[in-house]
Nanobody, 118 residues
């Protein structure tokens, strides 16, 4: 079992930055693929970024060049550095974990609200 808790959300002006954190429980954190997802009001949840156990990263086209995902296995924590924020980045951001080789994310955090004012 893995429990995830996000933090770092808030209200920021367009063009600003925020850093989200996701703290995970469990001794096997380093073996999981970790991801960030977001859901805006009235929209489907969408993929934002992911990082493998080895540190390989992937991003949605909409955030490439602006967001950076990273992980600190010693702290059982992943981060999402968000720069040049846009109004359309407003959403609830959730982190998730899946075992290497699995196609679905098995564990999810409750989410943290990010609001970007225009």
């Amino acid at each position: 079992q893995v429990q995830l808790v996000e933090s770092g959300g808030g209200l920021v002006q367009a063009g600003g930055s925020l850093r989200l954190s996701c703290a995970a429980s469990g001794r096997t954190f380093s073996s999981y693929v970790m991801g960030w997802f977001r859901q805006a009001p009235g929209k489907e949840r969408e993929f934002v970024a992911a990082i493998s156990s080895g540190g390989s990263t992937s991003y949605a086209d909409s955030v490439k060049g602006r967001f950076t995902i990273s992980r600190d296995n010693a702290r059982n924590t992943i981060y999402l550095q968000m720069n040049s924020l846009k109004f359309e980045d407003t959403a609830v951001y959730s982190c998730a974990a899946r075992g290497t080789g699995r196609a679905v994310y098995d564990y999810w955090g409750p989410g943290t609200q990010v609001t970007v004012s225009s």
